[in-house]
């Protein structure tokens, strides 16, 4: 599709969906922004305005239905009353111009360059720490620090293969890296799935717009896995390993085999021989050459890591070490997505790559350190405080938005552990249109792009869009409340 497609959409009524949007004090991507407005963004906001705020809820009503019934949900396990949620989905979508998408996807290549080269090197010559560039004691003390991936080389180098960077936008329209998830990051299935629904839910949104394509996303991650098995194999045996049904993310581990055509597996239905990694099948045992594996470091071994693990291969790692299979994402990863290692993250860009980031990253203030820690503790009413291993929303503490005894509490957990804590200014997140309880309102957004790394790194155009549906909230973790949008990137 070309933009020379676009057609003049309905007049809008009085009654149209936009027509009660208070436009807040922050950067709302849609309908404030600096610039002039693209013909394809105006096209978007104009459809949006033919629309009314009863066909929209009937149709997001049709969609959540749909969403269930597929069994598109995701699992928190803390919540009594519920194991399986749909993750909220949000009808009007998320519109990225072709040229924001370019800064974005050249900003993500080269973070993930400097990531794998960061991995390779504290993993064998230690370079970076020799040369000061970041304390030694912070990633040789890292509990995500692996002994066993020492001295191992890993094919092309690459670590990272599957890598998701969380974006926010601040009160310019600026896009910042706010943290990487180099482990094992979910939320790719509701990025094609979200997709999937709105071309059926809003085709008259969608028409003859030139929104990329997110379908070869299963494609390219079965390319990427080949690309990076081991040496000499010549039709790979890929497999991706789930941790089972009880996971929270099982709903995508069950789609991302079945887009790239591979069998979904568990530990037990993998066996190691002679150092090799076998499949057991009807028809006897097959090699198996490239796992994606979607479970901790902790759990995939017991003879190298948790002996207690019953979702894990024993003598994996070894086979690992040997060069028999490849592990995607390498052992070892989290010590590059920590928290308080993202506060280097522009040194490493610059030691590694000899460039200046092109994406900058949120100021961080490491409790770790004197100067970081007597900072926070002045500004605690002021800052975000977050654990440096915790995800999903967890363990953070929001100043502004706490109360006294909150902050008093949270104190005392700097004073008694401040190396597990960083701390970040609130930044203003970006906002979009969002249908609420009231209305079309406000609400703060954050970009989760997924890029994937064979030979070369690939961004998928779009990501999951993140939005925080309670108002006010800036917390847009699925787990915390948070819903889903679709992310329109336009092409060029």
């Given at each position: 599709m070309t933009p020379t497609a676009l057609h003049a959409p309905p007049q809008a009524t009085s009654s149209g969906l936009l027509d009660n949007y208070h436009i807040p004090d922050f950067f709302c991507e849609l309908m404030n922004r600096r610039d002039p407005t693209p013909a394809t963004l105006q096209c978007v906001k104009d459809r949006l305005a033919a629309l009314s705020l009863s066909e929209l809820r009937r149709r997001t009503q049709a969609a959540e239905a749909q969403l269930y019934r597929m069994g598109i949900t995701f699992t928190v396990y803390s919540d009594k009353e519920a194991i399986d949620r749909i993750l909220p989905f949000d009808a009007i979508p998320r519109v990225i111009t072709a040229q924001e998408w370019d800064h974005v996807e050249r900003g993500v290549q080269q973070r993930i360059q400097a990531i794998n080269l960061f991995l390779h090197d504290i993993y064998h010559d230690r370079n970076i720490l020799r040369d000061g560039i970041l304390p030694a004691e912070l990633v040789l003390n890292n509990p995500n620090y692996c002994e066993a991936m020492v001295g191992v080389d890993v094919p092309g180098g690459v670590y990272v293969h599957i890598n998701g960077t969380d974006l926010i936008r601040d009160d310019n329209g600026q896009f910042l890296i706010l943290e990487d998830n180099a482990r094992t990051p979910s939320g790719v299935s509701y990025v094609i799935e979200n997709r999937h629904m709105m071309l059926r839910l809003m085709p008259d949104l969608a028409s003859g717009l030139p929104i990329r394509s997110v379908e070869e996303y299963g494609l390219?991650?079965?390319?990427?896995?080949?690309?990076?098995?081991?040496?000499?194999?010549?039709?790979?045996?890929?497999?991706?390993?789930?941790?089972?049904?009880?996971?929270?993310?099982?709903?995508?581990?069950?789609?991302?085999?079945?887009?790239?055509?591979?069998?979904?597996?568990?530990?037990?239905?993998?066996?190691?021989?002679?150092?090799?990694?076998?499949?057991?099948?009807?028809?006897?045992?097959?090699?198996?050459?490239?796992?994606?594996?979607?479970?901790?470091?902790?759990?995939?071994?017991?003879?190298?890591?948790?002996?207690?693990?019953?979702?894990?291969?024993?003598?994996?790692?070894?086979?690992?070490?040997?060069?028999?299979?490849?592990?995607?994402?390498?052992?070892?990863?989290?010590?590059?997505?920590?928290?308080?290692?993202?506060?280097?993250?522009?040194?490493i860009i610059r030691y590694y790559l000899g460039?200046?980031?092109?994406?900058?990253?949120?100021?961080?203030?490491?409790?770790?350190?004197?100067?970081?820690?007597?900072?926070?503790?002045?500004?605690?009413?002021?800052?975000?405080?977050?654990?440096?291993?915790?995800?999903?929303?967890?363990?953070?503490?929001?100043?502004?938005?706490?109360?006294?005894?909150?902050?008093?509490?949270?104190?005392?957990?700097?004073?008694?552990?401040?190396?597990?804590?960083?701390?970040?200014?609130?930044?203003?997140?970006?906002?979009?249109?969002?249908?609420?309880?009231?209305?079309?309102?406000?609400?703060?957004?954050?970009?989760?792009?997924?890029?994937?790394?064979?030979?070369?790194?690939?961004?998928?155009?779009?990501?999951?869009?993140?939005?925080?549906?309670?108002?006010g909230s800036l917390v847009v973790n699925s787990s915390q409340g948070g819903g889903s949008k679709d992310t329109w990137v336009m092409a060029s």
């Open positions: 390219r991650l079965h390319q990427t896995l080949c690309e990076v098995a081991p040496e000499g194999v010549v039709d790979p045996q890929v497999v991706l390993l789930s941790p089972g049904i009880y996971n929270s993310a099982y709903f995508e581990h069950v789609f991302l085999s079945r887009e790239m055509g591979v069998p979904l597996v568990e530990g037990k239905d993998l066996f190691v021989e002679n150092h090799r990694v076998f499949m057991r099948t009807v028809n006897g045992p097959r090699a198996v050459h490239a796992i994606y594996r979607r479970l901790n470091d902790d759990f995939l071994d017991p003879l190298a890591f948790n002996p207690n693990s019953l979702l894990g291969v024993p003598g994996l790692v070894e086979a690992y070490r040997r060069g028999n299979v490849t592990l995607a994402n390498a052992l070892g990863t989290g010590v590059a997505d920590d928290k308080a290692v993202y506060a280097y993250m522009p040194r460039q200046d980031p092109i994406l900058q990253s949120v100021e961080t203030h490491i409790c770790a350190e004197p100067d970081g820690l007597a900072y926070t503790l002045a500004n605690l009413n002021k800052l975000v405080i977050k654990p440096v291993g915790e995800s999903g929303g967890y363990g953070l503490l929001i100043g502004p938005h706490a109360s006294q005894k909150e902050l008093a509490d949270f104190r005392e957990k700097l004073l008694a552990d401040p190396s597990n804590y960083i701390s970040q200014p609130v930044i203003n997140l970006s906002v979009t249109p969002t249908l609420c309880p009231d209305g079309v309102e406000a609400r703060h957004v954050d970009l989760r792009p997924f890029a994937l790394t064979g030979r070369s790194v690939w961004v998928l155009p779009g990501g999951l869009a993140r939005v925080a549906l309670r108002k």
